[in-house]
């Protein structure tokens, strides 16, 4: 079975675990609590697993593997059925870019490292760490929102089926809803809307995490 190092609140973790749902992968979530005694991400025995002291962290047999977006690539070459990436190799590229915008562009702003270091170091208060939040993420998601507008309309991102875009969105969409950050975007909504009445992502919601609260 694949071990799931995840902290319920985390959005890289909330994408593995919907992506692997949608997998039909049988998995095991080892709770890792990045706020708890300084970070139980810090303590050693996690350090020798990933030294990057980030989740999520993925382990199948001997093997581990950090960083959603590989994880998502490893999954797709160890559980093949169903895909979660389209057919078209150029499809492929733009799901791609759109799920690295996320991962690379909006979400390392709301990194909970990252909101540490406003705080202490440069002394920002709750307001202004907010009101930065708020614009980085609106903004990443707004050019977002413009590039499905562009698409022919379809029921998800690249297509009929949710995939990897949609593992990415929905605990982007989730985090913006969390910060204040949400604006008008219909497509991105849309998308977010189904996706939600899927039990896929409905059981990786952060609140039905075994360490939630």
């Known amino acids: 079975m694949l071990r799931l190092y995840s902290y319920w609140r985390s959005s890289s973790s ?3 675990r919907i992506a692997l749902n949608l997998k039909g992968a049988a998995y095991e979530i080892v709770p890792v609590h990045l706020l708890r005694e300084g970070g139980e991400q810090h303590r050693p025995e996690y350090r020798a697993l990933n030294p990057q002291e980030l989740v999520p962290l993925l382990v199948d047999d001997d093997f ?9 690539q490893y999954l797709e070459t160890r559980l093949p059925l169903p895909p979660l990436a389209p057919a078209d190799p150029r499809e492929v590229a733009r799901m791609w870019s759109f799920c690295q915008a996320i991962a690379c562009e909006i979400q390392p702003m709301q990194n909970t490292r990252v909101q540490r270091y406003l705080a202490h170091e440069l002394g920002l ?11 980085w993420i609106g903004s990443g998601l707004d050019a ?7 698409r022919d309309e379809s029921p998800y991102c690249f297509g009929d089926a949710p995939g990897y875009a949609e593992c990415c969105l929905v605990p982007q ?21 189904r996706c939600r009445q899927l039990p896929a992502f409905a059981e990786a919601a952060p609140e039905r995490q075994p360490d939630a609260g």
Do not use: C, K, N
């Open 14 to 16: 909330y994408r593995v």
């Open 64 to 72: 581990t593997l950090g960083q959603s977006l590989a994880i998502f």
């Open 125 to 135: 208060d709750e307001a202004r760490r907010d009101g930065w939040l708020r614009h």
């Open 144 to 150: 977002l929102e413009e590039e499905l507008r562009r």
């Open 173 to 193: 969409m989730y985090a913006a809803e969390r910060y204040g950050a949400v604006r008008d975007w219909p497509r991105l909504q849309a998308v977010v809307a």
